[in-house]
């Protein structure tokens, strides 16, 4: 029997060590891991959805699109890499094709609240609203707690009272998801709660420093108000939406 290469047979421990990082926002640690592993093995389909994972946490969606194709070309039964490519092409408003991964997705398994959310964002994006709102009950059903449904269900609520409420669920749940934190900071700014809107996204900041859609959103609180008014004072405790 030949005997494996070292780094072939670490290469799991390395994988599981980025795994570990990325779960605590520790991207840099996360993707220096992954990459060893996939040093030693390249066409991994799991450590290929691993880096991808890397580069969706960081809001670079198309190079996550990029690691997550390469691992169903290598594994088309793959459930994590057609899911969290549907959830790259969502994020890049490509619906059709997103709605496409998700049924993939749907089709290796069924019973999936995550997938159900994904298939109802997609339809409801396309305009299909009472396939969405079928496929929105179910993924209520099969998986209620999920905060990204909570996030989506504020992204369409059109009342910014009533989808700020939907966040807030999310936010209960997951109060370092940094989807969350930055549809807050966009509902607070459009209630012209600036100085709510500068600590909310601070938090997302501090979350995740190098997050393209941090970056853009801290861009957007530019543009709309006056940053120093926020970030240059200690904050107060007259809000009545505060959350931290």
């Not at 599981?16 to 840099?28: C, S, V």
């Not at 070309?73 to 057609?82: I, K, S, V």
């Not at 959310?117 to 409801?124: A, F, K, P, Q, S």
């Not at 930055?182 to 979350?207: D, P, W």
Request: overall charge negative; aromatic content about 12%.
């Amino acid at each position: 029997m030949s005997r494996i290469p070292a780094n072939k047979l670490y290469a799991l421990g390395w994988y599981n060590e980025g795994i570990a990082y990325l779960k605590i926002n520790q991207f840099e640690e996360a993707m220096q891991f992954i990459n060893t592993a996939l040093d030693a093995l390249p066409e991994n389909p799991d450590f290929l959805v691993g880096k991808g994972d890397v580069y969706l946490s960081l809001g670079n969606n198309e190079e996550a699109y990029y690691y997550y194709r390469r691992a169903v070309d290598n594994e088309p039964e793959n459930f994590r890499a057609w899911l969290n490519m549907g959830t790259a092409l969502m994020r890049l408003e490509n619906y059709t094709d997103s709605l496409e991964c998700y049924r993939h997705a749907n089709v290796i398994k069924d019973h999936d609240g995550e997938v159900w959310l994904g298939i109802g964002i997609c339809l409801l994006n396309l305009g299909e609203t009472d396939e969405a709102s079928n496929a929105l009950k179910t993924a209520i059903r099969l998986k209620p707690n999920q905060p990204a449904l909570w996030y989506h269900l504020g992204r369409i609520e059109r009342d910014t009272g009533k989808a700020l409420k939907l966040l807030m669920r999310g936010y209960r749940m997951d109060p370092d998801n940094v989807d969350i934190l930055l549809e807050m900071t966009r509902i607070y700014i459009q209630l012209g709660n600036k100085e709510e809107a500068g600590k909310v996204l601070e938090r997302a900041y501090e979350l995740s420093p190098k997050n393209l859609r941090v970056v853009e959103m801290m861009e957007y609180y530019v543009l709309e108000t006056t940053w120093n008014e926020v970030f240059d004072k200690p904050y107060g405790n007259n809000s009545e939406d505060e959350v931290f």
